[in-house]
């Protein structure tokens, strides 16, 4: 989990002022190596804020291309999704708009099969 920059200031600051960095960890929470590599990055940079990353590579770029010709020449297609925590499940695309008889389909036929027994189905 990202800790934000305004707790390794404060880890920081508790370390300047003489309290080890084990114990600041222990104090904020968090593990000692990052109350280590947030110390030492203070010391080496002046700053405690997050390296800069480059960008993710976005996964559908070599298909974009194929994607747009798809839309406009099917301009009504409806992309159904079930939403999880971490990402999406049961993608499927339709060809117009979105129907009772078409929901119940998705439902049985693509969403039901990914679930388990606990989760829950939010219907928006």
């Known amino acids: 989990m990202a800790i934000s ?12 002022s003489g309290m080890s960095r084990r114990r600041a960890a222990a104090y904020f929470e968090v593990s000692a190596s990052s109350a280590v590599r947030y110390v030492k990055r203070y010391q080496d940079k002046g700053t405690v804020a997050v390296k800069s990353r480059p960008p993710r590579k976005r996964r559908l770029d070599p298909y974009s291309e ?15 999704p079930g939403l999880r925590c971490d990402g999406l499940t049961a993608p499927w695309v339709i060809d117009g708009p979105m129907t009772g008889d078409i ?15 606990g989760h829950v189905v939010i219907l928006d």
């Open 66 to 80: 194929d994607i747009l010709d798809w839309i406009k020449e099917t301009p009504d297609l409806t992309f159904i």
């Open 5 to 16: 920059e305004d707790l390794r200031i404060r880890l920081v600051k508790k370390v300047a």
């Open 103 to 117: 929901f119940q389909t998705y439902m049985e036929t693509q969403l039901a099969p990914t679930l388990q027994k």
